[in-house]
């Protein structure tokens, strides 16, 4: 009979035991709404980086993952700086809080979540620090906090963020409003254009100059601007209903009702379509021969393309003020004038005769690799359109400013305010390139990096760029947000929600004078970000550290998922201009690429290459940490592919899984428009010895620690099935990783991609979930989303495609729609498989909804219920759908309340 490994008695950390799952996807999902981040932690926001993890999950993965001793825990009130009574160091109250969590209840230590807590003696690393998330919430514990990255751009983004605690925001306004009184009028005044209203009185503020590349018609010679459809923006005030759109005869702007339909130009009577310009995918149209080509072979043949300056977009504030000109008449879009066109050729004229600002502008090559070059993790080839250095992403007029903005800051003798400004100005060089092109809906630039790749456009938009009244991303604005970063950083804030004191919501934490959620924000803490905490620059592989480190909290590289070093480069050779004297990690011309851990199809390194670099770095931390230390870590990829890789890496460094837990959160967009809505936070600790086991033992034991964690967590927690999956998949993991290297199935070992594709048969029969459950969950889902239906059928055999199929949801655009008998596709799904041959494939649902559309038109049902019976699940489905969606007509369907029984 086989024994129980050996396993070393240590102290079980509260996360190993449970973690609120609910309150913290509340106030994550707050979080992470549209710019919610720049306010609830917006030293986050100070500069981009990519696939960033919200503050509010990592402090609460440190909440839970650091506090194991009583005695080393001191809480106070924020804003007081005086330690609670009731949480005094060492009382029995925090040894209460630890020793109550649970999988059942696990929010007892969510209560100390909005406490300014601060620990002793612990010792904590970051490997894979990114953009400094997981080290910033680690130090608001008062822990030692070490944070390394092999990445000098996100070195630098932490290096300053860590900065923040003991930066006086006063000394870099002071810094700041020396550029500002040094340049701001003459960057401005490269922005300028007469006042349509008053022209010969004054002039307005170019918000944003609108181009369009041309190209020569391959056929007939004519010149085409590539506009892939006649927009400029959308109509503000009293035309929000409209669009403004771009005449291809008289190159005129003009208002239109619909620029999806035929519209005339109300400038010289052009009939057309807006919608219909001249680019469509890749090839571009000469509306003059009709000859269609290619784009890029264009570009590669006539050795670059031409630019048209074609509108402008402005703002006038002494219009605005008079007030006897209409808002729309003070703000809108109008054809660049002469005066503009002009006035761009002086700014040129400038940048080309100030021969001492040109060392501030990057002359590196653009690296090819797997983002410049079309590959199979991007398809857009920068080289392919034209570009081969970083400053061809500019023109001529953006350089002359931003060479004047950055000989400033060079200027500047304080190291910290210079840094600080250095970081505002490339972090607003994501809005002001010739990379970025205009939102027509949304009336502003978009960020260069929305798909996470270069994505050439057809129509650049040159932003203003110290900035006017109005304008997104510029220089102005940008400090304002690295300023509020800072302050920020010296007295740090939380949110948490408070829940009302009724049934259906958390225990913790409750208020009897609520009547619906609110989410509080706390006053500032008394404890600095960033004290005792270093970061270096430097491959995870190189630490040295043996038996040193109380926790890992991080957040490890991902497989393929975005390529952080191709696109940083583009922050890099504007930060190397003043800090390559200063950091040798600065010296070269562009960031690591063959080190870092990612596969990367460009430079060949493979799922093996990736499998083999987790596994040394993991083997790296498994020395640093003391053998009664906590990895715990947050993952993306989710398939069983990628956890196969992940526990295998994990087993062979010395590490066993002890629990996952999922967390929702909505905040990276990958190429091709893919949306990943789940994070999972994943628990380890040093394994202790292994024994054999046989695969029909360890699959009995999974079994049955699953069916256990679903039946105690479905009789005390509010979670989703899926939620429910992901912790029993935890706890398989740890099953396992108990065994790593020693389970058989019959002569042959299993490795743990083997056992990864058994454990989810094994979710997937204990928990059968399918898309009828799917819909249901989603029907009693207030106002549904796709994110939920993405959540509710992980670790289930539903399928969001083959739901779509099923007529069960449709997406119009970005809005997520539920559907049921009021549905005309979906009416018309199931009348086919009614009338035609499927009708053995409809299922109870088809059938519900089916008798419920006849019964509202007054048509009868009784046939087909004599015909279907109330088996296969009509039953069942009926009571659930009248119970979810207060409809007794269900019920009614199959005789009544009462009558269900008697067929």
Request: proline share 4%; with cysteine; hydrophobic share 30%.
């Amino acid at each position: 009979m086989s024994q129980e490994p050996d396993q070393r008695e240590r102290t079980e950390f509260p996360i190993e035991r449970g973690f609120p799952i609910e309150q913290l996807n509340d106030i994550a999902e707050k979080e992470s709404y549209g710019g919610a981040r720049q306010w609830y932690r917006p030293i986050y926001t100070m500069h981009k980086w990519w696939a960033r993890r919200l503050g509010s999950v990592f402090r609460a993965i440190s909440l839970y993952s650091l506090l194991d001793d009583p005695a080393d825990v001191d809480v106070f009130e924020p804003g007081a700086d005086s330690q609670l009574g009731d949480f005094t160091s060492g009382a029995p109250d925090i040894a209460n809080l630890i020793d109550e969590i649970s999988l059942e209840q696990s929010d007892s230590l969510w209560s100390l979540y909005p406490k300014d807590v601060r620990l002793g003696d612990k010792k904590v690393l970051d490997p894979f620090m990114g953009g400094g998330t997981s080290l910033i919430e680690a130090s608001r514990f008062g822990a030692e906090v070490h944070g390394q990255d092999i990445n000098p751009v996100a070195w630098f983004i932490s290096k300053k963020e860590v900065d923040t605690g003991h930066t006086d925001p006063e000394a870099l306004q002071d810094a700041y409003e020396t550029i500002e009184e040094s340049v701001k009028e003459e960057l401005k005044s490269h922005y300028k254009t007469r006042c349509p209203n008053e022209p010969d009185t004054h002039d307005a503020d170019l918000m944003n100059s609108l181009w369009v590349k041309q190209l020569d018609c391959t056929s007939c010679g004519e010149v085409v601007p590539l506009f892939g459809d006649y927009r400029v923006g959308k109509g503000r005030f009293d035309h929000d209903d409209k669009y403004h759109v771009y005449c291809p005869d008289c190159e005129s702007v003009v208002l239109c009702d619909d620029w999806r339909s035929e519209s005339t130009c109300g400038n010289c009577g052009y009939e057309f379509i807006p919608q219909e310009g001249t680019v469509s995918g890749s090839k571009y149209t000469c509306h003059d021969c009709g000859h269609k080509y290619s784009v890029t072979e264009a570009i590669q043949e006539q050795d670059g393309y031409k630019l048209k300056y074609y509108a402008t977009e402005y703002h006038c504030p002494d219009c605005e003020e008079d007030k006897s000109y209409g808002r729309s008449a003070a703000k809108g879009y109008r054809a660049a004038t002469d005066f503009d066109i002009d006035q761009f050729e002086a700014s040129k004229a400038e940048w080309q005769q100030r021969d001492e600002l040109h060392q501030y502008v990057p002359t590196e090559e653009i690296p090819k690799g797997a983002i410049t070059v079309s590959s199979s993790i991007n398809g857009n080839d920068v080289f392919q359109h034209g570009y081969e250095t970083w400053a061809d992403m500019f023109n001529e007029r953006q350089k002359l400013c931003l060479a004047t903005i950055l000989s400033e800051i060079d200027a500047i003798e304080n190291e910290n305010a210079r840094e600080y400004l250095l970081l505002t100005f490339t972090d607003f060089l994501c809005r002001n390139s010739m990379m970025c092109a205009y939102s027509q809906s949304a009336n502003q630039v978009n960020h260069l990096f929305k798909t996470n790749s270069f994505d050439p456009p057809m129509r650049p938009t040159e932003s203003n760029v110290w900035g006017a009244d109005y304008g997104t991303g510029t220089f102005e604005s940008t400090w304002r947000k690295v300023i509020r970063g800072v302050k920020w950083g010296r007295e740090p804030t939380d949110r948490y929600i408070e829940y009302p004191d009724k049934d259906g919501y958390p225990m913790v934490p409750r208020s009897a004078s609520r009547q619906e959620p609110d989410t509080i924000e706390t006053e500032p803490f008394n404890y600095p970000v960033g004290q005792n905490t270093t970061v270096s620059q430097g491959d995870v592989r190189s630490i040295s550290a043996t038996d040193e480190y109380d926790a890992i909290i991080t957040d490890p590289p991902y497989y393929d998922n975005v390529m952080y070093a191709d696109l940083s480069d583009y922050f890099y050779v504007w930060q190397k201009i003043l800090l390559e004297d200063e950091y040798e990690w600065f010296e070269d011309d562009q960031t690591p690429k063959q080190e870092s851990i990612v596969t990367n199809p460009f430079l060949g390194k493979d799922e093996e290459d990736f499998e083999s670099d987790l596994h040394e770095a993991f083997s790296v931390l498994r020395e640093a940490i003391k053998e009664d230390g906590i990895l715990t870590f947050t993952y993306h990829h989710s398939g069983p592919e990628s956890w196969g890789e992940l526990l295998q890496s994990l087993c062979e460094a010395g590490f066993e899984v002890t629990a996952t837990y999922p967390i929702s959160v909505d905040i990276a967009k990958f190429i091709g428009g893919e949306t990943v809505d789940f994070d999972i936070v994943i628990v380890a600790r040093p394994a202790g010895d292994k024994e054999q086991i046989s695969w029909r033992n360890l699959r009995r034991k999974i079994m049955r620690t699953t069916k256990q964690i679903h039946a105690r967590l479905t009789e005390t927690r509010d979670l989703s099935e899926a939620n429910i999956s992901v912790i029993e998949m935890g706890r398989a993991f740890h099953e396992y990783s108990k065994y790593h290297g020693e389970v058989r199935r019959g002569d042959e070992i299993m490795d743990a991609k083997d056992v990864v594709d058994g454990i989810y048969g094994i979710l997937r029969d204990a928990s059968d979930i399918g898309e009828l459950d799917v819909y249901l969950d989603l029907a009693d889902t207030a106002s549904p989303s796709y994110s939920d239906l993405n959540m509710l059928v992980k670790g289930t055999d539903a399928d969001p495609d083959r739901m779509r199929d099923m007529k069960l949801y449709r997406m119009n655009g970005s809005d997520f729609e539920l559907l049921d008998w009021t549905d005309d596709d979906r009416i018309a799904y199931i009348q086919s498989r009614v009338n035609g041959d499927d009708a053995s494939h409809l299922t109870a649902l088809d059938k519900a909804h089916f008798l419920r559309y006849r019964f509202e038109r007054g048509e009868t049902t009784e046939n087909y219920v004599n015909k279907w019976g109330v088996r296969d699940g009509l039953r069942d489905m009926c009571e659930s759908l009248a119970e979810i969606t207060g409809d007794e007509t269900y019920r009614r369907l199959l005789g009544g309340d009462s009558s269900l029984s008697q067929y």
